[in-house]
Each structure stands twice: as C-alpha cells, then as structure tokens.
RNA sequence: GGGAGGUUUCCCGAGUGGCCAAAGGGGACAGACUGUAAAUCUGUUGUCUAUGACUUCGAUGGUUCGAAUCCAUCACCUCCCA
C-alpha cells in the first residue's frame, strides 16, 4: 500500500492543503524532506507527541527525510493556540535542558543522521533577527485582520486575552517553514490538527515571498478519547514518555485501561501493526476485548521503552491482576523496627508512609469505605494495628482498591 | 490616563455579617456491578491526638461579641472609554 493512502486508512489525515499533490510528493518521491515541530515547554515529550513521533517514523521507513524542529526561540514564546491562559516563560537554559531531553527520547523512533533524518532548532535563525529586519520582512505579509479572525486565536479572543508576544507566534512558525523552505528545500510541514493555521499560513508566507505555491501542509488527528477529551492526561498530569515520570508500568497500564470505543482507533493511530492484522483485532467485542488492549499496551510500551520493559510491564500486570500476586515489581516501602511502637505500627500511619494515603484522614475514609486490605484480609477498623510478627517472610501485601498494591518488607536495623 | 467589575476549598462556581469547612457541578478516590473497560448506583473529597478542636475564601491591617461577607491599603486579572 502506498504511503499517503496508508495514513490515511489509519485514520491519521486530518486537513492536507493540496491532498493531490502531496500524495504525489509521497508517493511518487523519495527522500522528501518534511518537518515537525516541537516546543520544548517540558523536559520530556508526552503521548501527544508521540503521534507525531510515529508519524515521522512511518515517514521515514518509507523512504522520506525526517526534520525534527525543536521550537527553541518559539518555546521562548509560548504557542498561545487553543490554550485559555498564557504559557509560564522559560528561561533560555531550560529550553536547551528540554531539547536535549527531546532529542533523546526521539532516538528511539526516528534514526538520525546523515541524509537520514535531522534535528534543527529554529534558535539558530531566529534569534539572530533583528526586530526591524523580521517586521519588514515577515511581518508584512501578515494582516491583522485575518490572523484575528483565525481560529486557533478564538478562546483568546473571548476569554482572557492575547499579549503581543504570543501574538507573534504564529509570524516566527510561518518564518520557520520559509526558512527550512529555503535552507532544506523543505516543502512540507506536518503537525497535530490544532497547528493547521500555523501550518496554512506558513505555506502562505512562502507563496508571497517566494512566489511558489509548492509548500504543503498537512494536519494528523489529535489523540482524543471517543468523548472527545484530550488524550493522554491522567490525574497525576501528562503521560510522559519519559521512564522517570512515567514508568513503563504506568505506561502500560495507562493503555491497558483504554476505553473500549478507543482501542481501535489508537491501534492503527499509534502502532505499526499492519491495517490486516488491525482488521481482525476489529472484529472482537466485548471482553474478547481485553487481549487487544493488552497487546496494543504492550506494542507501545515496546516502542517507547523497549521491548525488554513492555514484557517486565505485562508481566508485572499479569502477575497484579491475574491468578496470583506477585510481589516483584511492586512499589515497596522499607520499615525498620524504629517505626514499631511496642512492636506494632498503626494501620494509618503505615498507609500514609506507603504514600497511599497523603493524611492519616484519608487513610481512616479509605479504611471505613473498605478500600484497604492487607495480606488479603479487610481492614475493617481505623485503629488497626500491624504487628512486627506479621511479616513472616519479611513483606506484608497493602492493597489499596482494585488495582494498587504496595510492598511493605521489614528491615533489621 | 479615565471608568466598571473580579480574585472562594483540585477546577468551575454559589455565598455579601452569625445557621459556613462554605451550595451545586466537574474531577478524583473508595464501595457495588463488571472484562484491569465504559455506563450506572452509593459513599468520601481542609487538617488533627476527631460527636470536639484547629487552619482556609488574593495579601496586609482595621471595624465588630462575631468577617469569605463591612472598611482601608497593596497586588494581580477581566471588561469598557481614550
């Protein structure tokens, strides 16, 4: 199957300025250079970039040049698109810790090197502007009018407002694509759906500055769960690709977990299992469901973290959830007899120094909401005790709800 | 520069002197049901040595027996006019 028609059965196509042409360009060329850009706003990349991580790998594996754009002066700014509040600033020095960080974890998806893929940061060229060489040059081809009436300005607009700084945003994005334009011969620019006026109007500024109509753009699907909301957030914030702030485990789990509406989608959206192979997977329903999920858990957590960290994770979560507990890779808390009291540690102390509770309030709403088991037993009483005898083989089981547990092992001193 | 309004517990948002740890919704956590899903129903959602005490309603001072609520100053935000 060709490229530009595999894209779109999985369902990553979402807007495409030309589709004749660029399905011309992919299809019929090789070695096209294409850009993505980053903003280095976190020093870790989150599943919302991996999309963009797999779409230049797929790029990539058939033969197309991979340019990843790190936003290291447009980072500076803050892309105010779809956001109801303005980005904190970062410093320089962040940035840069950021980019490397990126640079990093995109190693796992896109090879780089020479007339493979590269990485630029639009500091380089951007920085160095003059405020009134950029006006005269750049800015005059934007009109006010039609950026105000742009969409991704919108919640702006009504809401609490646009500073001028964010407002230059859109200029410098369209500036980068002019500049790999020129530098890179650079004719496509690729991003989420959210990019699309800043993708447009990049392909514009090219057409009047350099009078060719042959930059394109194209927008991917944004990972959305079937309610329409953002994917990849959690309680505890981003799901991160990187190990530190998200384990492999969380990882895992986190797509374990999806909604049935969304397996699907996100199969073909994320993984390079093939469209046949998808096709049969589709035909499953309801718990039949569940080895799907658990195979598309474990692909990703493979890309992203390796193999040998999706096989600990499904391992880790069959052991969790299947026949029988194992304790290995569980998170564990160390005890030591100073945290006896006459041999014994209260039941809301030890939750809240296991960090399942985050006050001995809470601890004690869990307890009276059966939330709580130790060994398997309930706790039933928030007075409970856990006696230093307890430990047999030196660990006890805390098991909070259905899906947490957490190691607790007696250390001698 | 002038004028108006706002800042409430994780978020949105009610509350305009005691009945306020503060309505309602969202989210989150737990229970039931299940398939480690969704939906639904129930409970919880400031802290603690817990039928009570303490801290919280932008910040600081003040009025009052008593303040999220009134007054003053400061900070930040939004809107309107220039």
């Not at 894209?7 to 993505?36: M, S, W």
């Not at 002019?178 to 514009?204: P, T, V």
């Not at 290995?328 to 100073?338: F, G, I, K, S, V």
């Not at 004690?364 to 230093?388: C, Q």
């Amino acid at each position: 199957m060709q490229l530009f028609e595999e894209l779109k059965q999985r369902g990553l196509i979402a807007q495409c300025t030309n589709e004749e042409k660029v399905c011309d360009l992919l299809d019929n060329h090789t070695g096209v250079p294409f850009y993505i850009g980053f903003d280095a706003t976190a020093d870790s990349l989150h599943v919302g970039h991996f999309l963009q991580l797999v779409v230049m790998s797929r790029m990539q594996k058939a033969g197309h040049k991979p340019i990843a754009l790190i936003g290291g002066a447009t980072t500076m700014i803050g892309d105010p698109t779809g956001k109801t509040d303005m980005r904190k600033m970062l410093t320089r020095e962040e940035i840069d810790h950021n980019a490397e960080c990126f640079r990093v974890q995109m190693r796992r998806l896109v090879e780089f090197g020479e007339e493979k893929a590269v990485m630029v940061n639009n500091a380089d060229w951007i920085l160095p502007f003059n405020y009134m060489q950029f006006l005269r040059e750049v800015g005059v081809h934007f009109s006010v009018n039609r950026m105000l009436t742009a969409e991704c300005f919108k919640s702006r607009l009504e809401g609490k407002g646009l500073s001028f700084l964010e407002f230059n945003y859109m200029l410098l994005q369209s500036y980068d694509f002019l500049h790999l334009y020129r530098a890179m011969d650079c004719k496509l620019e690729l991003g989420g759906d959210d990019q699309w006026s800043n993708i447009i109007n990049g392909a514009d500024l090219i057409r009047r500055v350099e009078g060719k109509d042959d930059a394109y753009g194209m927008t991917f699907t944004l990972l959305t769960t079937s309610e329409g909301k953002k994917m990849g957030k959690t309680e505890k914030g981003a799901v991160w690709l990187d190990p530190e702030k998200t384990s492999p485990y969380e990882f895992f789990q986190y797509w374990r977990n999806i909604n049935d509406a969304d397996v699907i989608k996100v199969m073909k959206l994320l993984t390079f299992i093939s469209l046949d192979e998808i096709a049969q997977y589709e035909k499953r329903e309801g718990s039949e469901l569940n080895a799907v999920k658990e195979k598309l858990a474990y692909e990703l957590t493979a890309m992203v973290h390796g193999a040998e960290d999706a096989e600990k994770a499904l391992e880790a979560a069959k052991s969790v959830f299947g026949v029988g507990i194992s304790s290995e890779n569980m998170p564990t808390t160390e005890l030591t007899h100073a945290d006896f009291e006459a041999g014994n540690i209260g039941v809301l102390q030890l939750l809240v120094k296991c960090g399942l509770a985050s006050s001995n309030g809470e601890a004690r709403k869990l307890i009276m909401g059966g939330g709580i088991s130790v060994d398997n037993e309930k706790i039933a009483d928030t007075k409970a005790s856990i006696h230093e005898n307890s430990f047999e083989n030196g660990e006890i089981i805390i098991k909070k709800g259905k899906k947490t547990f957490h190691k607790v092992i007696k250390t001698e001193d």
